[in-house]
């Protein structure tokens, strides 16, 4: 079976976007409609997306920049500056839609039956689609999402506080908004995919290939992995050298085709604020304020990675 799906991502911050569209690419039951960009400056992170799309041999897909500032008062996206760097060369220059991500967003959904969005950075672009018109969550045959904070999330030992969740926590206005619709929802949380993460050992297999995307890929998680270890760190979290790069939008965009990489569960979830903080809460089933949401809580961490460094690895270009 075929998933037709709109990408929606933060590409260019964390590399676990450039991996996420690799593998999308890699898929053969997965048809992308179309990649969407949110957080900060969206035309440069479509940029980076669309340079990956052309090294794949994937210039047909298009790529619209969406919402730059978060619909939150007082949040501010993050940007580390070294956005895109190890794939997007400074003579670069992709061709990206003059279209907004969100006007594309809406004539897509318009248009198209079966039309699955799998978003993987914060719910911006899609809340502002379903606030200008709410008839349009009818027409999401599915939403995918990369985030959430259910039953607590771990590496190692370590136990991280709500919040860590950046997501759905950088613009929980729009997370609340979208997440109390009806539209038929898959949260593949932080529980799981922190779990998952590449080795040296992966990454030296991409390196070892002679195909410019699994160049820039390397090259790109290369640039990451301080960045990675640095903002853990800061939280207290220790990222060890086995750890190069987390495969958190990988595993969700994953599981739109084969769910038997995780353990889901259909939790009754309540998109809440708890002492500033938003948060996706596991509540009794049939609980006021809470709705249905199928949620991946366990996963093969190590039959999924194979799967990504295989697949990925098999890609043109």
Not at 80 to 107: C, F, K, N, Q, S
């Amino acid at each position: 079976m075929k998933h037709r799906i709109l990408l929606d991502t933060d590409m260019g911050s964390d590399v676990d976007d450039a991996l996420c569209l690799a593998l999308a690419l890699a898929m053969p039951d997965i048809e992308l409609a179309a990649v969407t960009t949110v957080s900060a400056d969206t035309r440069h992170r479509a940029k980076i997306a669309k340079k990956i799309l052309e090294l794949a041999g994937r210039e047909d897909v298009p790529v619209y920049a969406g919402v730059v500032r978060p619909s939150t008062a007082g949040s501010k996206f993050a940007w580390t500056g070294e956005e895109g760097e190890g794939i997007l060369r400074p003579e670069d220059r992709p061709r990206v839609e003059e279209e907004p991500a969100t006007d594309a967003i809406a004539r897509l959904l318009r248009s198209e039956d079966d039309l699955e969005i799998v978003a993987v950075g914060p719910m911006t672009n899609v809340a502002a689609v379903l606030e200008k018109d709410p008839s349009l969550a009818s027409r999401i045959e599915k939403l995918t999402i990369m985030g959430g904070h259910v039953r607590g999330i771990r590496y190692h030992d370590f136990v991280f506080q709500p919040g860590v969740d950046y997501n759905l926590c950088s613009d929980p206005e729009a997370s609340l908004r979208v997440l109390r619709t009806d539209v038929p929802t898959r949260l593949v949380t932080g529980d799981v995919t922190l779990q998952v993460w590449l080795r040296p050992e992966d990454l030296a297999r991409l390196e070892a290939s002679r195909k410019p995307i699994h160049k820039a890929l390397a090259r790109s998680i290369r640039m990451w992995t301080p960045t990675q270890r640095r903002i853990f760190g800061s939280l207290g979290a220790t990222i060890g050298e086995e750890n190069v790069a987390f495969l958190h939008d990988p595993l969700a965009l994953a599981c739109v085709s084969d769910e038997s990489f995780c353990t889901f569960e259909d939790l009754a979830i309540e998109p809440a604020m708890a002492d500033g903080t938003f948060r996706t809460f596991e509540r009794p089933s049939g609980a006021s304020g809470a709705r249905t949401m199928h949620t991946a809580t366990a996963v093969d961490a190590a039959r999924f990675r194979d799967f990504w460094v295989e697949r990925v690895l098999q890609l043109p270009g």
